[in-house]
T-cell receptor, first 110, second 112 residues
Framework: EDQVTQSPEALRLQEGESSSLNCSYT??????LFWYRQDPGKGPEFLFT???AGEEKEKERLKATLTKKESFLHITAPKPEDSATYLC???????????FGKGTLLTVNP | GAGVSQSPSNKVTEKGKDVELRCDPI?????LYWYRQSLGQGLEFLIY????????KSGLPSDRFSAERTGGSVSTLTIQRTQQEDSAVYLC??????????FGQGTRLTVV
């Protein structure tokens, strides 16, 4: 069974203070690892898909990286508007469902 | 449409009543997912549709839950004889096969 563990559960940063969120996973035959952002009362917003170890993708202040066991979401010089819950999910093998972690609640203080 | 549309956005129902939740996927997307998100919990997989293939119903929590997808487009999730533990946000997502899944805004279901 696919499993995803995200850490930390919550993270408070000062504006401009860079950090990383972790997503550890076990999956049989990774098809893709997905990062989403979720604001309160909204549906998850797609950020990135990573397909193979060594792959990296960037979008504004966010950079996602992937190894065979984990993914990191690096946040460089965050702003208060980056505050949200960040969700990680994997899709593996012949099973098309996405298995999600419980998320990291990021708060960026001005 | 431009994105995944879900209706209603909020639904309050009495325990024991049946409810129907609707999802309009992105045009052209053949894959459709339903997930449930309870307070403080992660997203729980419910059901997956892909084209004309038999749906993956492995996540449905009980036989009170069912879903259908008509014409390969609109999907309806039905919960019969609702219970208080069914209260959650129900999220729908659509994608092309094996590609990025895009979510709707969800339906917040409250069973009183």
């Amino acid at each position: 069974e696919d499993q995803v563990t995200q850490s930390p559960e919550a993270l408070r940063l000062q504006e401009g203070e860079s950090s990383s969120l972790n997503c550890s996973y076990t999956v049989s035959g990774l098809r893709g690892l997905f990062w989403y952002r979720q604001d309160p009362g909204k549906g998850p917003e797609f950020l990135f898909t990573l397909y193979s170890a060594g792959e990296e993708k960037e979008k504004e202040r966010l950079k996602a990286t992937l190894t065979k066991k984990e993914s990191f979401l690096h946040i460089t010089a965050p702003k208060p508007e980056d505050s949200a819950t960040y969700l990680c999910a994997v899709q593996g093998g012949s099973n098309y469902k996405l298995t999600f972690g419980k998320g990291t609640l990021l708060t960026v203080n001005p | 449409g431009a994105g995944v549309s879900q209706s209603p956005s909020n639904k309050v129902t009495e325990k024991g009543k049946d409810v129907e939740l609707r999802c309009d996927p992105i045009s052209g997307h053949t894959a459709l997912y339903w997930y449930r998100q309870s307070l403080g919990q992660g997203l729980e997989f419910l059901i997956y549709f892909q084209g004309n293939s038999a749906p993956d119903k492995s996540g449905l929590p009980s036989d009170r839950f069912s879903a259908e997808r008509t014409g390969g487009s609109v999907s309806t999730l039905t919960i019969q004889r609702t219970q208080q533990e069914d209260s959650a946000v129900y999220l729908c997502a659509s994608s092309l096969p094996s590609l990025d899944a895009f979510f709707g805004q969800g339906t917040r279901l409250t069973v009183v």
